[in-house]
């Protein structure tokens, strides 16, 4: 009797759940619905803006005097989603994308408002495609455009392998194609001091861990924290580890406070050939390792690691958004050293 009973709960939780599913699902495409139609309505209103400047070209104050006429009639009946600098946008927004059908229905008007700020096409371009290959909500898309995500990866990659990668064209096949060096983490909100200690960084990590993973790149997974590893009677703790399903292999991840030091690549290249070893399965990919710090000298780096190596990273992090001055000096320092080695 017990095990009949249970089984209609069985069959009655699954029961809801599915209902509950189908509930969520209508929910979610019809704010996505109402999301692209008032993408639509801002680009007719675009076009139909424009379509009257045209009219009125021969002066040269026609387009402003129009935009702020339309505004004093349309915001106190509809509000400020119609007022002037609303308006302008709208102009941008169908001069930008003059072609209607090509609108992506997965991203909404805050999105495009961002976009169209971008003048690069293929700066754009790249924020447009990974909203949509990722499902970035318009907060995640402006985080990465703030974060300047596109030029870090130009720091390790050419801009046709980066946009090959956001078109689907390609699969990235290497970690220098999804890790980003330098990564940013000021979403931990921790503070700006001389010091502070590796476990208050991990810790706030793992409070912000779904943050932490947008940042660390396409396919990653997080799989364990402090994990433990047993060398006959010596016990060592590899930070963080995660898998990534695009590279096919385990990811270990070493926090640093300070500045790198060899014994640190040392310690974490130990941790790889455990994975490789150990954990590993025959059709993965060899363990990559990620030495996250706060300064590396480069040199240093390349010395301590083989030449053919292609599983150890050094990448620096920094608790702050960069400036664009900060990251033109970062790629100026890159080709610098590229030309030198080269």
Not at 153 to 161: T, V
Not at 234 to 255: K, Q, T, W
Request: hydrophobic share 35%; glycine share 4%.
């Amino acid at each position: 009797m017990k095990k009949e009973v249970k089984k209609i709960i069985s069959s009655t939780d699954t029961f809801v759940g599915e209902i509950r599913s189908i509930i969520d699902k209508a929910r979610s495409t019809a704010v996505r619905s109402v999301d692209f139609c008032r993408v639509q309505m801002y680009w007719n209103i675009g076009k139909r803006i424009f379509e009257e400047e045209q009219q009125g070209k021969e002066r040269a104050d026609y387009g402003a005097y129009l935009i702020k006429n339309l505004a004093k009639e349309l915001e106190p009946e509809y509000g400020s989603g119609f007022g002037e600098r609303q308006l302008k946008f709208c102009r941008q927004f169908y001069r930008t994308y003059p072609i209607g059908n090509t609108l992506r229905s997965q991203l909404n008007w805050s999105q495009y408002r961002l976009l169209i700020q971008i003048p690069d096409p293929d700066k754009r371009e790249y924020y447009e495609l990974e909203s949509v290959n990722n499902a970035w909500t318009a907060r995640e898309t402006e985080r990465q455009i703030n974060s300047m995500l596109y030029e870090r990866l130009l720091l390790s990659n050419d801009k046709e392998s980066v946009l090959a990668v956001a078109r689907r064209e390609r699969t990235p096949e290497k970690p220098v194609e999804i890790i980003k060096d330098p990564m940013v983490l000021e979403f931990l909100g921790l503070e700006r001091k001389a010091s502070y200690y590796e476990k208050d960084l991990e810790s706030a990590i793992i409070s912000h861990i779904a943050d932490f993973l947008l940042e660390m790149g396409k396919g990653f997974s997080f799989v364990a924290r402090q994990k433990r590893i047993l060398l006959e009677d010596d016990e060592f703790f590899a930070d963080l580890v995660f898998y990534n399903r695009l590279l096919r292999c385990f990811v270990i991840v070493e926090l640093k406070t300070e500045k790198l030091t060899h014994q640190d690549l040392g310690q974490l290249q130990m941790y790889v050939n455990y994975y490789d070893r150990c954990e590993k399965l025959e059709d993965e990919n060899p363990t990559i390792g990620i030495l996250l710090c706060t300064d590396k000298n480069d040199t240093v780096v390349k010395m301590a690691l083989p030449e053919n190596n292609t599983t150890i990273l050094a990448s620096k992090y920094q608790l702050y958004l960069p400036t664009t001055e900060e990251l033109i000096k970062e790629i100026d320092e890159v080709k610098l050293l590229a030309h030198v080695s080269g």
